[in-house]
């Protein structure tokens, strides 16, 4: 039977591939340690959950709620953009409350996008950066990752060629799932692009507080001029282990945020009420929720980069996010990021994510997820060493074969 034809122009889904190896070996009696799918395992801070709770037994927070989130928690999202960025935000007009920052990108794509529109995507990327446009009708060209002076210059070569002209740029910094980190001087210069092109600026800044150096990650909206052409999107999930909660915002321009809270009006009420109160408690708590999740993942990223190191695969502590980008080893490099990912879970019990997910400029690489307790990843190691010790016998013949003629 023929698929639909919005079903018809998304990729494959790679990552279902590692998914079912995953649970066909926990159904046989494997102990897959996951460090694939990006997860929070930290459970949301119990005055969070005491909140939802306390609010819950007013029945009059069951019925239906505002889909541009509730003024509270709209004014907590101003008043935090305040406090972390210097931003000032007008809470009526400058930010809506989206159902996480997944279905925020997907509906404002949906609200932006005529067919055939061109959207410039870093790849590797978040897979919603580019499914959402082309769900919606629109053109992905790729762009590269890095935050640094080869960012510009295919920028402006799609400028040049592109027909129709780009109408929107997509940047997520920090990297999910590279982990790079931008400075406020790269988004000086994206802001200026976007302003002599007149092209829509879409940042993802999901992990804004997931960081490890002493200089917080920057917004996009601290350059200025930056909301004459850009939304920001963020979300709780991370920065508040409430990924199931399904609370984020957007935030900048006020003509794209009012075309995104018109396209959710028709297709969503908003978060559950008693959620959204939580949530604004959330924003307008003091800090130490947010140092302690931060604190937990810093740990895990350091044992992680040592037991792998010592395990044989060196990887590029990242500076920000709960993730690792890390290069393939070079025995397994010829197989590509899919087959090493389902590689490691058959004879390592270890799961990742494919770099090959991402884009296709990631199929060197593979993504590990900080989602399991620092004694889960110093288990993982030991099975990375054995397995990489065994790398001959592990591989399938005929790469062994290849390898062994280069």
């Known amino acids: 039977m023929e698929e639909f034809h919005k079903v018809r122009r998304l990729p494959p889904y790679v990552f279902e591939q590692v998914n079912r190896l995953k649970a066909n070996a926990r159904a046989a009696g494997a102990d897959i340690i996951d460090l694939g799918m990006g997860n929070p395992d930290l459970p949301t801070p119990q005055s969070i959950v005491d909140k939802l709770c306390e609010v819950v037994q007013d029945p009059r927070t069951h019925r239906y709620s505002s889909s541009k989130g509730i003024p509270g928690l709209r004014r907590a999202q101003a008043s935090y953009y305040a406090r972390r960025f210097g931003v000032k935000l007008n809470p009526e007009t400058e930010v809506v409350a989206t159902l996480g920052s997944k279905e925020g990108f997907a509906n404002m794509a949906q609200a932006i996008t005529a067919p055939g529109d061109v959207i410039l995507c870093p790849n590797p990327t978040y897979p919603i950066h580019a499914f959402g ?30 027909i129709p002209k780009p109408l929107a740029l997509v940047i997520n910094y920090p990297s999910n799932p590279t982990a790079h980190v931008a400075t406020l001087d790269f988004y000086k210069e994206v802001i200026a692009f976007a302003r002599k092109h007149e092209i829509i600026v879409l940042s993802d800044l999901a992990y804004s507080e997931i960081y490890f150096d002493d200089a917080p990650p920057p917004s996009v909206l601290q350059v200025p001029g930056a909301k004459d052409v850009a939304v920001e999107f963020t979300s709780m999930s991370k920065t508040f282990s409430m990924p199931g909660w399904r609370i984020g915002f957007a935030v900048g321009n006020e003509r794209l945020i009012s075309a995104l809270s018109r396209v959710k009006s028709y297709l969503d009420y908003g978060a559950f009420t008693p959620i959204q109160v939580a949530a604004t408690q959330a924003l307008n708590g003091d800090g130490s929720d947010i140092e302690e999740v931060r604190s937990t993942y810093h740990k895990r990223r350091d044992v992680m980069v040592e037991s792998f190191g010592k395990a044989g695969w060196n990887v590029t502590p990242p500076a920000a996010t709960m993730f690792a980008w890390a290069k393939i080893p070079e025995p397994f490099q010829s197989l590509g990021s899919l087959e090493f990912s389902k590689l490691l879970v058959e004879k390592a019990d270890v799961a990742v994510a494919p770099g090959i997910g991402f884009g296709e400029h990631g199929d060197q690489y593979v993504r590990i997820a900080l989602v399991e307790n ?17 790398s001959d016998a592990v591989m399938p013949d005929n790469i062994v074969a290849l390898n062994a003629h280069r």
């Open 133 to 162: 446009f082309l769900m919606a009708g629109g053109v992905i060209r790729s762009m590269s990752v890095e935050p640094d002076d080869s960012f510009f210059p295919p920028l402006e070569r799609a400028v040049k060629h592109s």
């Open 374 to 390: 620092e004694h889960r990843i110093r288990q993982a190691a030991r099975n990375l060493k054995r397995f990489l010790a065994s």
